[in-house]
């Protein structure tokens, strides 16, 4: 079955770039269908879509309009990964991110596979 | 501050039904479908509904879903236990393609 991990540094300073890497198992990113998305979620709060990439069709991308200018989300399909770079970071960027898949053109059209989540504190 | 709105908190007793509500506008809940997604304690969400009404594979038939207008509610029924948690609603909005938005969840509690 589809399996996605998060990885990456669990502190970053303020003002630096936060990033993290997804690791897809039992699929592959340049599938089409798939979007690969990264969601985050602040302690006790609810969850915020980041954005997401469609390997499938030339790598687009797709990012929220509140992050969209510190955001980038790219594809790497040698390693079957995907990663999430948020520049300038502050305290407010401290959360657990997720990584998740939706496949647009099935029935199940929802966000069926998340990984476990990593938490990243901004803080210096 | 979360687009959709959900009510904070609920609660019920075992074997009472519950009703948790989403909000939003006709540029999200009111024009696409609406998901539901239950995250039990330290876990990821699970995809517990999708395209308004339709459950996931494993989601016990107890959970059921429904949409009018610019509102959207996920009714449990039978309440157990083991249904305490995180219930977040999300949905596109367009104002801009492809965007999701979710609710801010909402804790229930079973007594």
């Known amino acids: 079955q589809v399996q996605l991990q998060e990885s990456g540094p669990g502190l970053v300073k303020p003002s630096q770039t936060l990033s993290l890497t997804c690791t897809v198992s039992?699929?592959?990113?340049?599938?089409?269908?798939?979007?690969w998305s990264w969601i985050r979620q602040p302690a006790g709060k609810g969850l915020e879509w980041i954005g997401h990439?469609?390997?499938?069709?030339?790598?687009?991308?797709t990012y929220n309009p509140s992050l969209k200018s510190r955001v980038t989300i790219s594809a790497d399909t040698s390693k079957n990964q995907f990663s999430l770079n948020l520049s300038s970071v502050t305290a407010a960027d401290s959360a657990v991110y997720y990584c998740?898949?939706?496949?647009?053109?099935?029935?199940?059209?929802?966000?069926?596979?998340w990984g476990q989540g990593t938490l990243v504190t901004v803080s210096s | 501050q979360s687009v959709l709105t959900q009510p904070p908190s609920a609660s019920g007793t075992p074997g009472q039904t519950v009703t948790i509500s989403c909000s939003g506008s006709?540029?999200?809940?009111?024009?696409?479908?609406v998901y539901w997604y239950q995250q039990l304690s330290g876990t990821a969400p699970k995809l517990l509904i999708y395209?308004?009404?339709e459950r996931s594979s494993g989601a016990p038939d107890r959970f059921s879903g429904s949409k009018s207008g610019t509102s959207a509610s996920l009714t449990i029924s039978g309440l157990r236990s083991e249904d305490e948690g995180d219930y977040h609603c999300?949905?596109?909005?367009?104002?801009?393609?492809?965007?999701?938005?979710f609710g801010g969840g909402t804790k229930l509690t079973v007594l």
């Open positions: 395209r308004n009404n």
């Open positions: 998740a898949m939706r496949c647009g053109s099935c029935y199940n059209d929802g966000f069926d596979i």
């Open positions: 990439v469609y390997v499938y069709f030339s790598g687009s991308t």
């Open positions: 999300a949905t596109r909005d367009d104002s801009v393609s492809g965007l999701w938005v």
């Open positions: 006709s540029s999200n809940v009111g024009n696409n479908y």
């Open positions: 039992g699929a592959s990113i340049s599938a089409g269908s798939y979007y």
